[in-house]
C-alpha cells in the first residue's frame, strides 16, 4: 500500500506529464472542472475521477480524452470504484479489439468484488458484448440489483422474466429509475386484478417527468382504442408526451382536439400528415374523422388505405377497432357473395376472439342483411356482446 502523501505526489507528476503530451488543450479547463482539477492535484482520487469522467464523455476537438482516460487509471488504481466503473465502460465504448473488452472485464469485476452495485453491473454488460454465458451475465446484473444499483434490477429483470422480473422492477422503481417503474406498470395493467394499480403507477411516472408513461397513460384513456377514454384526463397526459417527441401522444391529443370546433381543423390536419407519414394511431384517427364527412364526400380510396396502415399494428387495441372498420369498408363495396365471404369470416374470427368492434360491425351485417340473412336478434345479441366488450358505439 503506497503512503497518502506519496499518493498525492504520483498524481501530481502523472498530471504534469499528462499535461505535457498535449500542448495544444494543456490544463485549459472549463470553470465546472476547476474545483476536481484542484482536488485531484491535491491528491483525491474521486476528485481525479470525476475529472476523468468528464474529459472522456466524449471524443471530440474540446476534450482531452487521453489525459481523461489517465486520470480515470489513476483513481481506479486508488480504489475510487465509480472510476472503475466508469472506465470499464469506455473501454466497452471504445472496443475495437478484444484487449479493451479484456480490460473492461477486469475492472468492472475487480470493483465488483469491492462491492460496486454499479460495477457488477457494468460487468454484465462487458460480458454480453464479450457473448458471454447468459447466466454470468444474469448473475452480475443480480448483484448490481442486490447491492443497490437500479440500473442492475432492471437489466436482471430484462434477462430473467416472470416473477423474478417483476421483483425486480419494483425494487428499480423504489430506488427511483423511472422506466422500471413504467415497465411495472406497462407489464401489471395487462392483468385486471392489477390495472387499476398500474395505472395510477404510471400516471405517478408520468408526473415525475417520464415521458414515455404519459405517453402509455395516454393510449390507456385514448378515444376509440380505449374502454376508459376520457379526454379530460387523457389530454394534459398527450400534451406533455407529444412534447417530448412522442408521436403516438401527438395522435391522442388531436383526436381530443376533433371535439373543439376551432381546433378540429387544424387537428384533423396534422393527423393527415402524421398518417402520411406512417404513424398508425393517426391513421386511425384521421380515417374515422374522414368517413364521417359528407360534405364534401370522403375520400374514400385514402380512408381505406389509413385504416389499413392501422391494421397493420397486430394484437392490440389499434388493430381492433381499424381492421373491423376496414372490413365494413369492404362489405359496403362487395359487388357479390364471393367478394363479401372473406370479411364476413374475418369479422366472425375476430368477434369469437373478442374484439368488441368486430361483434359490433357483425351485429350490423344482421340488421342489415345483405350479405347475411336479416335476424334482428342475432344482431341485437351481437350488439350486447360487443357492448360488454368495450365498444361504446355498440351500447348506444
Request: glycine content about 8%.
Amino acid at each position: 500500500m503506497v503512503p497518502q502523501p506519496a499518493r498525492a505526489l504520483v498524481v501530481i507528476g502523472l498530471l504534469a506529464a499528462c499535461a505535457g503530451t498535449n500542448p495544444r488543450t494543456g490544463f485549459a479547463i472549463r470553470p465546472e472542472q476547476a474545483d476536481d482539477e484542484r482536488r485531484c492535484q491535491a491528491g483525491s482520487p474521486p476528485a481525479c475521477g470525476a475529472l476523468g469522467k468528464m474529459l472522456t464523455a466524449n471524443r471530440n476537438a474540446n476534450t482531452d480524452f487521453e489525459r481523461g482516460m489517465v486520470l480515470l487509471e489513476i483513481a481506479c488504481g486508488q480504489d475510487d470504484l465509480p472510476a472503475c466503473t466508469h472506465l470499464a465502460g469506455v473501454y466497452v465504448r471504445e472496443s475495437h479489439a478484444k484487449t479493451s473488452l479484456a480490460r473492461a472485464h477486469d475492472l468492472a469485476a475487480r470493483a465488483c468484488t469491492l462491492r460496486s452495485g454499479p460495477a457488477c453491473t457494468q460487468l454484465g454488460e462487458v460480458i454480453w458484448h464479450e457473448k458471454g454465458d447468459p447466466r454470468t451475465r444474469a448473475e452480475a446484473f443480480q448483484k448490481g440489483c442486490d447491492l443497490g444499483d437500479a440500473e442492475g434490477c432492471e437489466l436482471y429483470a430484462g434477462a430473467r422474466g416472470g416473477k423474478e422480473a417483476d421483483a425486480a422492477l419494483a425494487h428499480a422503481c423504489e430506488l427511483g429509475r423511472l422506466s422500471s417503474c413504467h415497465h411495472l406498470a406497462a407489464k401489471r395493467l395487462r392483468d385486471p386484478e392489477t390495472r387499476h394499480e398500474a395505472a395510477a403507477l404510471m400516471l405517478r411516472s408520468c408526473q415525475r417527468g417520464y415521458a414515455q408513461s404519459c405517453e402509455a397513460a395516454a393510449i390507456w384513456m385514448a378515444p376509440l382504442i380505449s374502454p376508459n377514454a376520457d379526454c379530460a384526463r387523457v389530454a394534459p397526459l398527450a400534451d406533455r408526451a407529444c412534447g417530448a417527441q412522442h408521436r403516438s401522444a401527438c395522435a391522442v391529443s388531436d383526436a381530443c382536439k376533433l371535439a373543439i370546433p376551432h381546433e378540429a381543423g387544424a387537428a384533423l390536419e396534422r393527423l393527415r400528415a402524421a398518417c402520411d407519414d406512417d404513424e398508425a394511431l393517426a391513421c386511425l384517427y384521421w380515417a374515422d374523422a374522414e368517413s364521417a364527412r359528407t360534405q364534401p364526400p370522403p375520400d374514400l380510396e385514402r380512408v381505406v388505405r389509413a385504416y389499413d396502415e392501422a391494421c397493420k399494428i397486430e394484437g392490440g387495441p389499434l388493430a381492433g377497432v381499424a381492421c373491423p372498420r376496414l372490413l365494413a369498408i369492404k362489405l359496403a363495396r362487395a359487388q357479390a357473395a364471393s367478394e363479401a365471404e372473406p370479411a364476413l369470416s374475418a369479422l366472425r374470427r375476430s368477434c369469437d376472439q373478442s374484439t368488441g368492434e368486430a361483434c359490433c360491425e357483425l351485429g350490423e351485417q344482421y340488421r342489415i342483411g345483405k350479405w347475411v340473412p336479416a335476424d334482428a336478434g342475432k344482431a341485437k345479441e351481437l350488439r350486447l356482446q360487443a357492448c360488454r366488450l368495450g365498444c361504446d358505439r355498440c351500447c348506444r
